[in-house]
C-alpha cells in the first residue's frame, strides 16, 4: 500500500492533509499550510451597517476613527452618559474589557459603538499569534520510529514519555507504536485553533438578543450580519515589501516572489502571500518538501533524495515581510536559502514530470 504522510503541529496537535507523499505534495494539497503561519499587516474596514440599529442616518469608518464632530451624529445621542466622552475615551474602555465576546457584546447595542468595537476587535486578532507560527512543524510518515526522531526537535521529557507509551504497548500487544501513533495518542482532537470569536461565544450572543424580550424582532433577524462583522478577522496582507518563509530555528529564509518568477507572473501586493495558493508548485510545497520525516525513505515519488529525513523537519516557522522579520540571536544573521530550496524542489518536479516539469508547476 505505501507509506502515508500527515502534516503535524507538534505543540497544538492539529494537522493537515494526509495521504502518499507522491500525490499530496505535487497536488498542492499542502498549500493551506501558508495561512496559519501568516503574519496580517491591518484588517479591512467593516461594511456599513446603520440599518442593523435602526438608524437611517449614514455613519462612515472614517467617522469613527476621528474625534467626534461638534454637532453629534443620532448614533451617539442614544449613548447616555457616554456621549461626552471622545472616541479615544470610548476605545480604551473597549480595550479595558477582558474577553473578546463583552466586547462584542458591548458593540452590539449601538451602531456608534459598533464601529470603534469592531476596531478594537480586529486589532485583538492582529495580535493574536496564527495558530501554527512559531510552532513545531513537521510531515510524519507512516513508518516513522520513536528510535529514529531527529535530533534537537523533541525534550528529553518528551523522548521519555514516547518510550514509556512502547513499553506499554508491548505489555498489551504486538505493536511496536510508531511515532505518528503516539502523536494520535497523545493530541487526540486534531481541531485547529483558529482567530476571531469561537463557536460558543457566538452561541451566547445570539442566546442572549434572542431571548431578551426588549429587543425587536427586526434587529433579531439582522444580528447574524453584526455578529459576522465583530467575530470574523478581516485581516488584511498587503505590503509592498517582499513576503518570506522564516524558519525560526535555523535563521533562513524563502522569498516568496522566487515562486512568482518561476510561474511568470508579476507580484500582486493586495494578495499578499496567497498569490499561488492554488498552484500545485508553491511556497508551501517546499515548506513540506524539508519538513518530512520518517524511519521508511517510500514516499510515491520519482524523486530519489533523502526527503524522509527532511533538514528542517520539527523546526519552527512563520510568513512574514522583509521589514518585519524577527531580530536574530547569539551573533547570527539571516541566510537566503531561496535558491538551494528552490532547487531541490524543481529536482522533485523534473523526477516525476521529466522535462516538461514546467507545464505542471
Same mark, same amino acid.
Given at each position: 500500500?505505501?507509506?502515508? &504522510? ?94 473578546? =465576546? ?90 485547529? +485553533? ?22 425587536? @424582532? ?21 505590503? =509592498?515589501?517582499? @513576503? ?14 522566487? +515562486?512568482? =518568477? ?15 495558493? #492554488? ?8 515548506? +513540506?518538501?524539508?519538513?518530512? &520525516? ?17 533538514? @528542517? ?12 522579520? #524577527? ?5 547570527? =544573521? @539571516?541566510?537566503? +536559502? ?10 522533485? &518536479? ?12
Amino acid at each position: 500500500m505505501g507509506q502515508y &504522510w500527515i502534516l503535524r503541529n507538534l505543540d497544538n496537535g492539529s494537522n493537515l492533509g494526509g495521504g502518499k507523499l507522491g500525490e499530496c505534495l505535487i497536488d498542492g494539497s499542502f498549500n493551506d499550510s501558508i495561512p496559519p503561519l501568516a503574519i496580517p499587516t491591518g484588517f479591512k474596514p467593516p461594511k456599513d451597517l446603520p440599518s442593523l440599529f435602526n438608524q437611517t442616518d449614514h455613519f462612515s469608518w472614517e467617522k469613527s476613527t476621528k474625534a467626534p464632530p461638534k454637532c453629534l451624529p443620532p448614533q451617539k445621542e442614544k449613548l447616555g452618559h457616554l456621549q461626552v466622552f471622545p472616541d479615544e475615551i470610548i476605545s480604551h474602555i473597549f480595550k479595558s474589557i477582558e474577553t473578546k =465576546e463583552d466586547i462584542a457584546r458591548f458593540s452590539l447595542t449601538n451602531i456608534y459603538l459598533f464601529y470603534i468595537g469592531y476596531e478594537v476587535l480586529q486589532q485583538r486578532y492582529m495580535a493574536e499569534k496564527p495558530s501554527w507560527v512559531g510552532d513545531r512543524l513537521m510531515c510524519v510518515g507512516d513508518y516513522a520510529r520513536i528510535e529514529d526522531l531527529p535530533t534537537g526537535v523533541f525534550t528529553q521529557e518528551e523522548v521519555d514519555n514516547m518510550k514509556q507509551y512502547q513499553d506499554n504497548l508491548a505489555d498489551s500487544s504486538s505493536s511496536i507504536g510508531s511515532l505518528d501513533d503516539y502523536l494520535r495518542e497523545i493530541h487526540p482532537n486534531h481541531r485547529r +485553533v483558529e482567530l476571531g470569536l469561537d463557536y460558543d461565544a457566538r452561541e451566547r450572543l445570539m442566546t442572549e438578543i434572542f431571548e431578551d424580550e426588549r429587543v425587536s @424582532w427586526e434587529y433579531r433577524s439582522r444580528i447574524h450580519s453584526a455578529l459576522f462583522e465583530l467575530g470574523s478577522p478581516r485581516l488584511l496582507y498587503k505590503s =509592498e515589501h517582499p @513576503w518570506v518563509l522564516c524558519n525560526l530555528s535555523k535563521f533562513q529564509y524563502v522569498r516568496f516572489d522566487a +515562486v512568482r =518568477e518561476l510561474h511568470g507572473a508579476k507580484p500582486k501586493p493586495a494578495e499578499g502571500p496567497f498569490q499561488f495558493d #492554488r498552484a500545485c508548485f508553491s511556497v508551501g510545497t517546499l515548506l +513540506v518538501s524539508r519538513i518530512c &520525516w520518517s524511519w521508511d525513505s517510500s514516499t510515491s515519488l520519482c524523486y530519489k533524495g533523502p526527503i524522509h529525513h527532511g533538514v @528542517w523537519a520539527g523546526d519552527r516557522f512563520e510568513v512574514t515581510t522583509t521589514d518585519r522579520m #524577527r531580530p536574530t540571536e547569539g551573533g547570527k =544573521e @539571516w541566510d537566503d +536559502v531561496t535558491d538551494e530550496v528552490l532547487n531541490e524542489a524543481i529536482e522533485i &518536479w523534473k523526477a516525476d514530470f521529466g522535462k516538461n516539469w514546467v507545464e505542471y508547476l
